[in-house]
Each structure stands twice: as structure tokens, then as C-alpha cells.
Nanobody, 121 residues
Framework: QVQLVESGGGLVQAGGSLRLSCAASGRILNINVMGWYRQAPGKQRELVATITSRLGTVYADSVKGRFTISSDNAKNTVYLQMNNLKPEDTAVYYC???????????????WGQGTQVTVSS
């Protein structure tokens, strides 16, 4: 089993910054893909950014130039630095980990519990 725990959400004014963290725990040897998704009220969950060892980083067009995803493989942790936040960034942000090699087998598609980000205008 793999667990993902997010932290770092909160309330911020437009133009401000937040940094989200997501730590994965369990019998993990390697995580191939980690990413952040978000879901605003009444909308579908959408990709924000992903990071992989083979393909690097991918960003949604709406966050390019403002958000930066990074990872610390030794800590099985992924971060999302969010700058110049806008009210439309308000959502619950979810961490995702996929293609996880554990001591027993490959695991796939784990999600964190979500962390609320609210940007006031």
C-alpha cells in the first residue's frame, strides 16, 4: 500500500504565492510519475502539472509560467510552487502518483486526500 499526504494549501490574495507538498510513503522503491490535479466546484478534475523521470515536466496552459512542479526522489515528495495566483486557481488540489515500484510489485494511480487552495480577489 502507498499513502499520499498533501500539505500547504490555504487562503491567499490574488498575486500571492503558495507551495504545496505531497509525500508518498510505503514500501516504495521508485515512483515514475507524480503530479498535481485540481477540481473546482461544479467542474471536472483537471491536470495542473506532472513530473516524470523520462519526460520531464508537463503543465496545463493555464498555469504555465506561474506554477513550477519539482520532486525530491530521495524523499518521495513532489512540490508545486504556485506564484501569481488568480481567483480562478481556487480549487481542491490533489496529488497523484502512478507507476510506483514497491518491494512487492508495481502499484498504480494513487491519490491524496486533497488540499484546499482559495484565492481571493
Amino acid at each position: 500500500q502507498v499513502q499520499l499526504v498533501e500539505s500547504g494549501g490555504g487562503l491567499v490574495q490574488a498575486g500571492g504565492s503558495l507551495r504545496l507538498s505531497c509525500a508518498a510513503s510505503g514500501r516504495i522503491l521508485n515512483i515514475n510519475v507524480m503530479g498535481w490535479y485540481r477540481q473546482a466546484p461544479g467542474k471536472q478534475r483537471e491536470l495542473v502539472a506532472t513530473i516524470t523521470s523520462r519526460l520531464g515536466t508537463v503543465y496545463a496552459d493555464s498555469v504555465k509560467g506561474r506554477f513550477t512542479i519539482s520532486s525530491d526522489n530521495a524523499k518521495n515528495t513532489v512540490y508545486l510552487q504556485m506564484n501569481n495566483l488568480k481567483p480562478e486557481d481556487t480549487a481542491v488540489y490533489y496529488c497523484n502518483a502512478d507507476r510506483i515500484l514497491t518491494t512487492t510489485r508495481y502499484e498504480s494511480d494513487y491519490w491524496g486526500q486533497g488540499t484546499q487552495v482559495t484565492v481571493s480577489s
